[in-house]
């Protein structure tokens, strides 16, 4: 009996030290990866020279004034409003058509149906970096540079997104429940709109997250594509801002904190959705 008792004894509390562990390094990472933006908050809300001399942990009383000097030289909201107007759309498109090409990938049967979603694969695996140059000849070709347009369109043909997607609908939406909406008579764009979309929440709010976070954090194509100053996202001016205010590292890091600030909201308004809809998803099925 002391043995047993001795040995369960022991059990228990190797699982409360492995706990223990376990939440020690989750603390330590949590911290580490939000560290970077702590610093960029706190430093957002002192002087320049503050920022170079001294390790700041504690908010200061600078924030406004330099938020002033931000605004006096960069018109920081109308880049905010470019790349929220740039990202929702870029983000509706993305998500709309990927989940067409993935749906047809996933329930349809067509000869080259693999060799096609192999095509999908491998341009998954090539830089976009390599394109730019031709990119950038066929949107002066067509008329569409100092548009919008060249970063809206590639959202068609999201090769990542429509991989993700078309997994997901392998798993998460059973062929039987496309084939009853066809017995009982509904058109594939019905079936598509009132069957397909409401079933994969989850894998749209997740890859729509990603494909707005990619939209609004991105440079190298604006910055390609265009040219006048009232059309230059929100990434292009922050670059503006370390170029034009070298000295000003508190005005420089407001417009990093503004540029920030939407990822973390619709992140963290996302991930609730996510879960939500996970746990729907698991008590239908249970």
Known sequence: MDTAKSKKKHYVLRRYTARIIIYVICIFLAATAFFPFFSMLISSTHSSYNILTKLNLFPGN?????????????????GFANSLFLAC?????TIYFSLFAAYGFSKFRFKGKNALFAVVVITMMLPGQLGIIGYFKQMGAYQLLDTYWPMIIPGVANCGAVFFLKQY???????EIVEAAYVDGCREITIFHRIVIPLV???LVT?????????????????IMLRSGDKLTLPLLVATVRDAMHAEYGAQFVGMLISVLPLVIVFMFASKVIMEEISIGAAVKG
């Open 201 to 203: 929440k989850p894998a």
């Open 89 to 93: 759309v870029s983000t509706a498109v």
């Open 207 to 223: 890859q729509g997250v990603m494909s707005f976070i990619g939209s609004w954090n991105s440079y190298m194509t604006p910055l």
């Open 62 to 78: 600078q924030f406004m004034a330099n938020y002033q000097r931000l605004t006096k030289n960069i018109d920081i909201w109308r």
């Open 169 to 175: 609908l392998d798993g998460g939406l059973p062929d």
